[in-house]
């Protein structure tokens, strides 16, 4: 796979043109002139061409480095750590585009942030990085995926505040209604994770209330329906709050994993603010057994399974649960949980 993506993303390119491959058709050959946050210009034989970034998947630039294409192809898949050996060989100084420098740094700090998020490593190391290219390409391309990832990064070390201010960001400059959905929906739960139910709440309303109506933005509306039916068991009544979760698994889909593991953890919230821990356990249950894909969502589900064994006398299972936790998932914040 990496090797394809090699071929696709590295050697395809000619040495007078540059390459920016799209999420849906064929890829656009020429040269990359200016770039910033919402579009990239494209000189394609003479002739100005404007693509906006949320339809780019990478570019590729005409003069890059071996090394950058191999690198940039192997973070693409998840390969991380194979990625920045090979940035590491990349010198910058032998870099003079300052586009191929920036993409060289950004794709540094992308993957230490990645890997800093799954297996825990230097997360204020991987924050500081990603907050470098930010400040010097404050207009690059790349701007909403750094963005997002600082998001994730300030949550995954209990800095709510600054992850709220990183995803504001994405809501509030990108133009795009699935862009700024997914963003109000980050920013919500860092909220929910401050204990900031209210204006969490106000937050998922928001997502609920926007007119688009792709499925996408369906699919972002019905997560926000899961959050506010979380933020519902604080601010007004907890049977209120279970309900509307339990009207969103039985009329969706469960080949949906992402959303019915989220689902599923926020009723175990629910119920234990009714204080039904046996319930609740249950509801973690079907996360850890059925919907365990999403690292994110998995970890939340362990945490409570580690307390609610306690509470119900189970230590060796709370212990089972606390262990496949900070193996698994050594990089999330409920890892760090005491």
């Known amino acids: 796979m990496v090797s394809l993506l090699v071929l696709l993303y590295g050697s395809t390119v000619s040495a007078q043109e540059d390459q920016v491959f799209i999420k849906r058709g064929p890829s656009v050959k020429g040269n990359v002139g200016q770039v910033s946050p919402i579009q990239i210009a494209v000189n394609v034989r003479g002739v100005n061409r404007v693509i906006k970034t949320n339809e780019v ?23 991380y750590e194979s ?9 910058p100084q032998a870099i003079s585009r300052d586009l191929i420098k920036q993409d060289l740094q950004f794709y540094f700090a992308l993957c230490e942030g990645r890997l800093a998020l799954s297996s825990g490593g230097d997360k204020p190391k991987a924050t500081e990085l990603m907050l470098a290219f930010v400040r010097s390409a404050a207009d690059s391309f790349h701007f909403f995926e750094a963005a997002e990832l600082l998001g994730d990064l300030a949550v995954s070390q209990g800095d709510y505040e600054n992850a709220v201010k990183y995803y504001g960001a994405i809501a509030s400059k990108a133009p795009w209604p699935e862009y700024q959905m997914r963003a109000l929906l980050s920013e919500a739960r860092a909220m929910v994770q401050q204990g900031n139910f209210a204006e969490a709440r106000k937050k998922f309303e928001n997502v609920i209330a926007k007119k688009s109506d792709t499925p996408e933005a369906k699919r972002q509306k019905l997560l926000a329906d899961v959050g506010r ?5 604080e601010t007004a009544s907890t049977e209120e709050g279970i309900a509307t979760l339990e009207k969103i698994i039985d009329e969706n889909d469960s080949a949906d994993s992402q959303l019915f593991g989220r689902a599923y953890n926020a009723l175990g919230d629910c119920l234990q603010v009714a204080g ?26 362990l945490y409570h399974l580690s307390k609610l064994w306690q509470v119900l006398k189970k230590p060796d299972r709370a212990a089972a649960a606390k262990n496949l936790l900070n193996q698994r998932y050594a990089g999330s914040v409920w890892s760090g949980k005491p």
Request: glycine letters at 6%; one cysteine or more; aromatic letters at 6%.
């Open 57 to 79: 998947r990478s570019v590729a630039f005409s003069d890059e480095p071996l090394e950058l294409s191999k690198g940039r192809a192997r973070a693409i898949v998840g390969k």
């Open 83 to 91: 990625a920045i050996g090979d940035l590491k060989s990349v010198d």
């Open 229 to 233: 039916g979380r933020c519902l068991a």
């Open 276 to 301: 039904k821990p046996n319930e609740a356990l249950m509801a973690y249950l079907h996360v850890d057994v059925l919907f365990y894909a999403d690292p994110e969502i998995h970890a939340e589900s």
